[in-house]
């Protein structure tokens, strides 16, 4: 059995190896608000338009159908993208679990770690993939009017 000494060395190893992780968590969850603040706002519009609490006058009857499927496509890609990197952040999860139960129990889970956390990078590309295309329909799907000056 190790001595107390090398327990605590290994422990405050662990730990050190687990804030790195951990603060990547910090900055999927603020990734994540922003995902679903933009999803809440797609929804709203779409209730808006669809239960008719926008006055028709200002749109063209024929695009109110495309803005719809717009919508949807925004609403698609921005659901993928808030699941993609919630399974990233869980992953993260297991990852710092795994660094502390290599060390409880004294076990070479650095391959498993090593993986875990390669698959959290590749769920997080992902999301952000999906984000920045939601992003992009966005910025397609956008009316100004033209105002003119006179």
Same mark, same amino acid.
């Given at each position: 059995?190790?001595?107390?000494?090398? /327990?605590?060395?290994?422990?405050? @190893?662990?730990?050190?190896?687990?804030? %790195?992780? +951990? #603060?990547?968590? $910090? =900055?999927? %969850? !603020?990734?994540?608000? &922003?995902?679903?603040?933009?999803?809440?706002?797609?929804?709203?519009?779409?209730?808006?338009?669809?239960?008719?609490?926008?006055? #028709?006058?200002? /749109?063209?009857?024929? @695009?109110?159908? !495309?803005?719809?499927?717009?919508?949807?496509?925004?609403?698609?890609?921005?659901?993928?993208?808030? $699941?993609? @990197? $919630? /399974?990233?952040?869980?992953?993260?999860?297991?990852?710092? %679990?795994?660094?502390? &139960?290599?060390?409880?129990?004294?076990?070479?889970? !650095?391959?498993? &770690?090593? +993986?875990? #956390? *390669?698959?959290?990078?590749? *769920?997080? /590309?992902? =999301?952000?993939? #999906?984000?920045?295309?939601?992003?992009?329909?966005?910025?397609?799907?956008?009316?100004?009017?033209?105002?003119? &000056?006179?």
């Amino acid at each position: 059995m190790a001595s107390t000494p090398e /327990i605590l060395n290994a422990s405050a @190893s662990a730990i050190q190896l687990a804030l %790195a992780p +951990a #603060f990547l968590l $910090t =900055g999927i %969850a !603020g990734m994540l608000a &922003v995902m679903t603040g933009r999803l809440a706002r797609i929804i709203d519009r779409g209730r808006a338009l669809a239960e008719g609490e926008i006055d #028709f006058s200002l /749109i063209k009857p024929d @695009s109110i159908a !495309g803005e719809l499927r717009a919508l949807d496509r925004r609403r698609h890609y921005s659901s993928v993208a808030i $699941t993609a @990197s $919630t /399974i990233s952040a869980l992953l993260l999860c297991v990852v710092i %679990a795994m660094l502390f &139960v290599g060390v409880m129990i004294d076990a070479p889970l !650095g391959s498993v &770690v090593g +993986a875990l #956390f *390669a698959a959290a990078m590749l *769920a997080l /590309i992902a =999301g952000l993939a #999906f984000f920045l295309r939601e992003v992009h329909l966005a910025m397609q799907s956008i009316r100004i009017p033209d105002f003119k &000056v006179e």
